[in-house]
């Protein structure tokens, strides 16, 4: 009988890291609830609810003729005002001139002046009435103070809204170009990481150079990049977790606030594995095992101890050595040690086919 036709691979001595997956949300950088400045009815609506605005937008108008109003009479109290003043100051300095002379008494000078000073006073209190003024007929166009997405319009044209302490939110903006993702740590994950980051082994949650991948749950692997920029300063004591959060670029937008996202760390320095395809472990009751090929080309059974996925393959932490030729294929047909093989070699699996499961 011809001896059982097999593919094999040499294993893999590679340089991996090792990342752990956590689940997270979507949040936006910037959040904003819009409300009014100044109290009035809408007289407009702006933007169009869901698409994109830009900060100085225009969102909502609210009636500003009573504003105006009060605009106009600011301005006629601060020309009264100032023509007060230019006639006190004029009083006062003649009456310099005169005491000087001993024309009036000191006590007539002093009251100029000091009247003068009131004078001016005042017309600078109706500036700062003008300046409210002006600012109040501004505040009537409400503005977006960011870019981003709009949310619905809260409230809509002919409603009245107020600028008190609980104002009416118009509407919601999220930035967009930008966005967070929020995950927690366990506490042990924590300080495994805070010793490796203390050996140097790993860079640090708070120096915004530790990567992580990001995927959504529609999509295949971790397709999206960004770094941790943010780690609490206390664990939580009911859960026992840390809270940490990545920033990522969405110039594309696909990245919506709200939603879940499934993230993985970097949780290790670059070390040396040995990796092998998971399709050539089989499993004996409780332990783990694969066929090998040795020198005489005869199938040799080998207990291994594997670890994670790394580099889409599997880490084998004892059991087998560098060099060793794993049968990947065909070992359903391998069924006793010693059982000679027509062995294949073939290269293992390419990474790059797992690497984006993984």
Same mark, same amino acid.
């Given at each position: 009988? $011809?001896?059982?036709?097999?593919?094999?691979?040499? @294993?893999? +001595?590679?340089?991996?890291?090792?990342?752990?997956?956590?689940?997270?949300?979507?949040? *936006?950088?910037?959040?904003?609830?819009?409300?009014?400045?100044?109290?009035?009815?809408?007289?407009?609506?702006?933007?169009?609810?869901?698409?994109?605005?830009?900060?100085?937008?225009?969102?909502?108008?609210?009636? $500003?003729?009573?504003?105006?109003?009060?605009?106009?009479?600011?301005?006629?109290?601060?020309?009264?005002?100032? *023509?007060?003043?230019?006639?006190?100051?004029?009083?006062?300095?003649?009456?310099?001139?005169?005491?000087?002379?001993?024309?009036?008494?000191?006590?007539? !000078?002093?009251?100029?002046?000091?009247?003068? /000073?009131?004078?001016?006073?005042?017309?600078?209190? $109706?500036?700062?009435?003008?300046?409210?003024?002006?600012?109040?007929?501004?505040?009537?166009?409400?503005?977006? &103070?960011?870019?981003?997405? #709009?949310?619905?319009?809260?409230?809509? /044209?002919?409603?009245?809204?107020?600028?008190?302490?609980?104002?009416?939110?118009?509407?919601?903006?999220?930035?967009? =170009?930008?966005?967070?993702? !929020?995950?927690? /740590?366990?506490?042990? /994950?924590? +300080?495994? !990481?805070?010793?490796?980051?203390?050996?140097?082994?790993?860079?640090?949650?708070?120096?915004?150079?530790?990567?992580?991948?990001?995927?959504?749950?529609?999509? =295949?692997?971790?397709?999206?990049?960004?770094?941790? =920029?943010?780690?609490?300063?206390?664990?939580?004591?009911?859960?026992?977790?840390?809270?940490?959060?990545?920033?990522?670029?969405?110039?594309?937008? #696909?990245?919506?606030?709200?939603?879940? *996202?499934?993230?993985?760390?970097?949780?290790?320095?670059?070390?040396?594995?040995?990796?092998?395809?998971?399709?050539?472990?089989?499993?004996?009751?409780?332990?783990?095992?694969?066929?090998?090929?040795?020198?005489?080309?005869?199938?040799?059974?080998?207990?291994?101890?594997?670890?994670?996925?790394?580099?889409?393959?599997?880490?084998?932490?004892?059991?087998?050595? &560098?060099?060793?030729?794993?049968?990947?294929?065909?070992?359903?047909? @391998? !069924?006793?040690?010693?059982?000679?093989?027509? $062995?294949?070699?073939? &290269?293992?699996? &390419?990474?790059?086919?797992?690497?984006?499961?993984?």
């Amino acid at each position: 009988m $011809a001896p059982p036709s097999v593919s094999v691979a040499q @294993v893999a +001595l590679q340089d991996v890291r090792l990342w752990d997956d956590y689940n997270g949300r979507i949040n *936006a950088v910037e959040t904003v609830k819009l409300r009014p400045r100044v109290s009035g009815y809408i007289e407009r609506v702006t933007f169009t609810e869901g698409k994109e605005v830009h900060k100085g937008d225009v969102l909502f108008v609210i009636d $500003a003729r009573s504003y105006r109003t009060v605009l106009a009479q600011a301005k006629a109290q601060l020309a009264r005002a100032r *023509a007060h003043a230019s006639q006190s100051a004029s009083e006062a300095k003649r009456a310099q001139v005169l005491v000087a002379q001993r024309a009036v008494s000191t006590e007539m !000078y002093e009251q100029r002046r000091t009247a003068a /000073a009131v004078a001016q006073t005042d017309a600078q209190a $109706a500036e700062a009435a003008v300046s409210a003024a002006l600012l109040n007929v501004e505040w009537t166009q409400v503005r977006a &103070p960011i870019s981003g997405l #709009a949310g619905r319009a809260e409230v809509t /044209a002919g409603n009245l809204v107020s600028a008190d302490d609980a104002g009416s939110v118009l509407t919601t903006l999220v930035s967009q =170009d930008k966005v967070h993702v !929020y995950f927690n /740590a366990d506490e042990s /994950a924590f +300080l495994h !990481y805070a010793q490796m980051t203390r050996n140097g082994r790993r860079g640090s949650e708070q120096d915004g150079k530790l990567p992580v991948q990001v995927g959504l749950s529609d999509e =295949d692997g971790f397709p999206h990049r960004g770094t941790v =920029d943010f780690l609490d300063n206390q664990v939580d004591s009911n859960t026992g977790t840390i809270r940490m959060r990545a920033v990522l670029d969405n110039k594309d937008g #696909a990245l919506t606030p709200g939603l879940f *996202a499934r993230v993985r760390l970097l949780g290790s320095g670059q070390f040396d594995a040995l990796l092998i395809n998971d399709k050539a472990v089989l499993t004996d009751q409780d332990r783990k095992y694969v066929w090998i090929v040795d020198e005489n080309g005869k199938a040799q059974r080998h207990d291994v101890k594997l670890g994670r996925k790394a580099n889409g393959l599997r880490i084998v932490e004892s059991g087998l050595v &560098p060099g060793d030729k794993v049968i990947v294929d065909g070992v359903d047909k @391998v !069924y006793m040690p010693g059982l000679p093989v027509d $062995a294949k070699a073939v &290269p293992m699996q &390419p990474i790059a086919a797992n690497v984006a499961k993984n």
